[in-house]
Nanobody, 123 residues
């Protein structure tokens, strides 16, 4: 059984920072691409950032580029999302995902998903 568990969400004022974590368990993720997506009420799930297994390749949505940083610690089977300069429009449920194929930006390219953690940014 594959499990991805997110943590670190919360309420923060605009301009503040949060760090999300995604802990993986249940199987080895050697070679797996991992990513963050987010979904606001009434909107489709959207890509935020992705990282290759080694961390040498990363990809960001234009809306978060320069503010968010994705990283991973494979020894701990954990991925992170450092979010700085948060804006009210970043408010959403944030989900981590994993796939064995590529560095994709579409939700359907990912096989495993966490339950999500809520991030709320007040103005």
């Amino acid at each position: 059984q594959v499990q991805l568990v997110e943590s670190g969400g919360g309420l923060v004022q605009a301009g503040g920072s949060l760090r999300l974590s995604c802990a993986a368990s249940g199987r080895t993720f050697i070679g797996a691409t991992m990513a963050w997506f987010r979904q606001a009420p009434g909107k489709e799930r959207e890509f935020v950032a992705a990282t290759s297994w080694s961390g040498s390749r990363t990809l960001y949505a234009d809306s978060v580029k320069g503010r968010f940083t994705i990283s991973r610690d494979n020894a701990k089977n954990t991925m992170y999302l450092q979010m700085n300069s948060l804006k009210p429009e970043d408010t959403a449920g944030y989900y981590c995902a994993a796939t064995s194929v590529g560095l994709g930006q579409r939700p359907q390219e990912y096989d495993y998903w966490g339950q999500g953690t809520q991030v709320t940014v007040s103005s």
